[in-house]
């Protein structure tokens, strides 16, 4: 039997979950936790097989007692089971040592299978997951691009807090070729707000 410990704050979602697992004739629910510290408490407490963690959870996210319960015992593997699939959530999830991560609008023969995937020593990711970091590696391999001195001295200005017009008048140029230098900048860093571009041209080691 596969031991798992359910973690999500919704009870109903928790509950419901814990139903569908098991009715799986392999997968035993040993265990219910409706914050972070729970989960965290509850697997050390049970020493599961498997944790199927929530990542927006009150006291200690899912984040955070992912981490925790994977330092804590390196037997007991961490699956996130949510609803969100933004790049820098699933990264730190993977990073705090969560070997799988699916969305809960996944089909449920998806979910069983998941856990028996990761409880096996085996990586599960939805489809969009896994195509949304293939993407990432991608771009993170890719060459920095070049930007130019001027686009540079632009973004480092924007950095700043400087509006187009105080870039204008410290770089001696018109606001309009302000923008269109930002327009250049935000093509080659694949970006579309001045935000992104400079935090982008940071991660890249541009400024």
């Known amino acids: 039997m596969i031991r798992v410990i359910v ?6 979602v928790r509950g419901g979950i ?3 697992l098991g009715a799986a ?3 035993e629910v040993v265990g219910q936790a409706g914050n972070g510290e729970e989960a965290v408490a509850l697997a050390a407490a049970l ?4 944790v199927l963690m ?3 959870m009150p006291l ?4 955070a007692a992912t981490a925790l319960i994977v330092a804590a015992n390196e037997r007991t593997r961490v699956l996130v089971l949510t609803t969100y699939e933004s790049d820098d959530q699933i990264l730190a999830a993977i990073a705090a040592g ?3 991560y699916l969305l809960k609008a996944a089909p449920q023969a998806e979910i069983i299978e998941g856990v028996r995937s990761v409880a096996r020593g085996q990586t599960a990711l939805a489809p969009s997951i896994a195509a949304m970091l293939v993407q990432r590696v991608r771009v993170d391999a890719a060459p920095a691009p070049r930007l130019s001195a001027r686009e540079l001295d632009v ?4 950095s700043a807090g400087e509006s187009n017009p105080q870039i204008g008048r410290s770089l001696f140029i018109s606001e309009a070729t302000v923008k269109t230098h930002l327009l250049h900048a935000f093509e080659k860093l694949a970006v579309s707000d001045r935000t992104r571009a400079v935090t982008r041209a940071m991660e890249l080691g541009l400024l």
């Not at 020493?47 to 498997?50: G, I, S």
């Not at 200690?60 to 984040?63: A, I, K, R, T």
């Not at 973004?155 to 924007?158: D, E, P, S, Y």
């Open 54 to 56: 929530d990542l927006r």
């Open 18 to 20: 814990a139903m569908l």
């Open 60 to 63: 200690l996210d899912g984040v």
């Open 25 to 27: 004739g392999d997968i």
């Open 155 to 158: 973004l480092r200005l924007v």
């Open 7 to 12: 973690a999500d704050d919704h009870p109903i």
């Open 98 to 100: 969560a070997s799988g």
């Open 47 to 50: 020493d599961p097989d498997l």
